[in-house]
């Protein structure tokens, strides 16, 4: 289910001291519902093997994206993490530096910035945008905890942002529900 962007800004976490010059993008409450104490399961979801590839109509959607990337020369290395721009992790306050990173991630493009006990964060770069995942494990008013994802970004240049309001109806619409659907459907087989 989408959220409302305070959903993520009225909270405490530690991604606002380091990612303030990002925008926030989206927020969505994933289908995971846990203990106070899950969200290191639910990360190690995300990386661990038997995550399915999107397929159907995200698989195509996302096989188009890279076509595109190849075409304009978005995912060049040059365009990415440690070229175009620094990463995050280099912002990050000494305790947080020494902690947890989170998984490496299965998706080549993303790799873990840190990770806490109820925050975990993801960066990628190409071309387009500097975008961050961060995923909250928050209290509801249900008594149980479930996951936040908002993903924020700092878009390059009028491309960066005539990409995001081009592919923000597609995300939202088809990207964003069925990845819903399939952490859901991933969560309940942890």
Not at 59 to 82: H, N, Q, V, Y
Not at 100 to 115: E, I, N, W
Not at 123 to 129: C, I, L, Y
């Amino acid at each position: 289910m989408r959220l409302a962007s305070s959903q993520y800004t009225s909270r405490p976490w530690r991604l606002h001291e380091i990612a303030a010059d990002f925008e926030v993008e989206d927020v969505w409450q994933l289908p995971t519902p846990g203990g106070p104490d899950d969200l290191d399961r639910l990360v190690r979801g995300f990386a661990g093997s038997g995550a399915p590839a999107p397929s159907g109509l995200v698989g195509l959607l996302m096989a188009a994206r890279r076509t595109l990337g190849a075409w304009f020369g978005w995912d060049a290395p040059e365009k990415g993490l440690g070229t175009r721009v620094r990463s995050v992790r280099e912002r990050l306050p000494d305790d947080l530096a020494a902690g947890p990173r989170g998984p490496q991630l299965p998706v080549p493009a993303f790799r873990s910035v840190f990770q806490t006990h109820d925050e975990w964060v993801a960066e990628t770069a190409n071309g387009t945008v500097h975008a961050l995942v961060h995923v909250g494990w928050v209290r509801c008013d249900d008594g149980v905890h479930r996951a936040q994802a908002t993903v924020l970004v700092r878009p390059n240049g009028r491309t960066g942002r005539l990409y995001m309001a081009f592919i923000t109806p597609f995300r939202r619409a088809i990207v964003y529900p069925r990845m819903l659907r399939a952490i859901g459907r991933r969560w309940q087989s942890l």
